[in-house]
């Protein structure tokens, strides 16, 4: 199977990486910090080595209690001292399986929206990211943390997701309200074709608004990920 540039967060506990490794080329691994530990690294590095897909780190707010899903009250220094951890025990990880490189860093969850939108977290998450030689990073269009890697010479690939539904201001929708996810092959095919073809994606006001997609996300813990893959696969191949 011909794969596309999707990637997916993995190792979270969610236990489906069989089943969604052979539809990705990337995959960002949890590194401690909202899960995860030697174990399941070793096991997800391992998996995605079989497959052929690249591996990132996956760090975040070390807040194992939410998930990484609510903004922590942490200082700068503690914050960059456990990114630093998290991705160097990945890194430490790699280099016993014999890869020495990580593919890319991609914050998780609370972390990845402040970077979106403060520029002291996410200078921090570069200054971090920089002491990893030659590692670029996922991360949104249009968003602080992007805007501040180029500026530092860190390569920034730009990340949609094809299961998380946007607003007008490029913001997810908050997953407490019923209309965040999109759970539809078909429409996960439409919009990712839309983003490489036009450079446009639909919000859920059904707003048409600019964007750039380097690389598409589908998250592991979404409801059948596997599943609607393989129909966005299917939906996306159709007409070939």
Do not use: W
């Amino acid at each position: 199977m011909k794969r596309l540039k999707i990637n997916s967060d993995v190792g979270e506990g969610v236990f489906k990486e069989g089943a969604l490794m052979p539809y990705l080329n990337a995959c960002s691994i949890a590194c401690g910090g909202h899960y995860g530990n030697e174990h399941t690294m070793i096991k997800t590095a391992k998996l995605a080595m079989s497959y052929g897909v690249k591996i990132g780190a996956h760090p975040s707010y070390p807040d194992k209690t939410n998930f990484g899903r609510k903004e922590m009250l942490i200082s700068i220094g503690d914050l960059k001292d456990s990114l630093y951890d998290q991705i160097s025990s990945l890194l430490l990880i790699l280099n016993n399986l014999g890869v020495y490189k990580l593919d890319h860093i991609k914050a998780h969850g609370a972390l990845y929206h402040k970077c979106f939108v403060d520029d002291k977290i996410a200078k921090s998450f570069i200054e971090v990211v920089k002491s990893f030689k030659n590692v670029k990073i996922l991360a949104p269009y249009k968003s602080v943390v992007s805007k501040i890697a180029e500026k530092h010479g860190v390569k920034v690939d730009y990340e949609v997701f094809l299961d998380r539904n946007y607003n007008d201001d490029y913001s997810l929708v908050s997953r407490a309200e019923t209309n965040s996810m999109l759970e539809n092959g078909l429409e996960m095919s439409n919009r990712y074709k839309m983003v490489v073809n036009e450079s446009k994606i639909k919000t859920i006001s059904n707003s048409l608004i600019d964007i750039v997609g380097d690389t598409f996300c589908v998250h592991s813990d979404t409801k059948n990920s596997h599943l609607l893959l393989n129909n966005f696969y299917e939906n996306y191949f159709s007409n070939d």
